[in-house]
């Protein structure tokens, strides 16, 4: 079950990865958040390629450089 603001959006979807997926980009997009900046890169791609939400303009991952685990 999904619901926003009290009001019941899904009910009864049979829970899968793709359902599990649209529900992470759904909570990202309701609430207008940003991709925490370790996984940014990975679910642009998977939003651009596998989901199909590709802006015209606009990103959900923050600029700027992301530092390697290896080198801090």
């Known amino acids: 079950m999904v619901s926003l603001e009290g009001h019941i959006i899904c009910e009864g979807i049979q829970p899968t990865f793709l359902t599990g997926l649209a529900a992470v980009f759904s909570t990202f997009y309701s609430f207008n958040l940003q ?3 370790e996984a940014a890169c990975t679910l642009e791609f998977i939003q651009r390629r596998f989901v ?3 802006p015209e303009r606009g990103t959900k991952a923050g600029r700027g450089k992301v530092p390697s685990k290896k080198t801090g």
């Open 52 to 54: 199909g939400v590709n």
């Open 35 to 37: 991709y925490q900046e």
